[in-house]
């Protein structure tokens, strides 16, 4: 992560929270994370020296028209000092600050399969116990668990996996 896309992410939040749409703004760097996320061409498209920044400057305007103006005036000012490539950057650092000035906490999840509303409930009431902050869950699929879930929540984590208790099991075995 570049302190380049920190010191953006940072002067946007500024920008955004004087003028009452961090929030708004927050939607509008998900969806540009979400967007550049699901398209290797939109990140090769970002990144690549070859494309004019004024054909990429008329892109992402009009691939990103309908957000806020402070997001718009982001768009301006990568144009003016030709850093595109640092975009997606940008906005999970935006995403990140913008949680962390409302006291908004990552859960990471790790399953086996796509986390489903029953499993999501059942993590929540475990984050209860131990955190008293807003919570908002990342899902990461990794079938090596083989079932339960793996919660880490900043420097704590709950192992509730298969992988982990098998490695429990062993561990006793072999005392």
């Known amino acids: 992560m570049s302190r380049a896309a920190i010191r953006y ?7 955004a929270q004087t003028s009452g749409k961090a929030e708004a703004v927050n939607n509008d760097m998900k969806s540009i994370v979400t967007a550049v996320a699901e398209s290797t061409e939109l990140k090769d498209f970002l990144s690549s020296p070859v494309i004019k920044m004024d054909v990429k400057k008329s892109a992402i305007s ?6 806020q103006t402070e997001t718009q005036s982001l768009f301006n000012l990568l144009f003016a ?13 935006y995403t990140k600050l913008y ?25 929540l009431a475990k984050i209860a ?6 919570i908002t869950i990342e899902n990461i699929v990794d079938s090596s668990i083989i079932g339960g879930f793996i919660l880490r929540v900043g420097d704590q984590q709950y192992n509730a996996s298969v992988a982990g208790k098998l490695g429990e099991l062993k561990r006793e075995f072999a005392n």
């Open 9 to 15: 992410a940072k002067a946007i939040l500024d920008i």
């Open 62 to 67: 009009e691939i990103f028209s309908n957000v």
């Open 81 to 93: 000092n030709k850093r595109y490539e640092i975009l997606e950057s940008i906005a999970v650092q």
């Open 99 to 123: 949680d962390v000035s409302n006291g908004v906490e990552v859960a990471k999840v790790t399953t086996a399969f796509p986390i489903t509303a029953e499993l999501e409930t059942k993590v």
């Open 129 to 134: 116990e131990f955190s008293n902050k807003k």
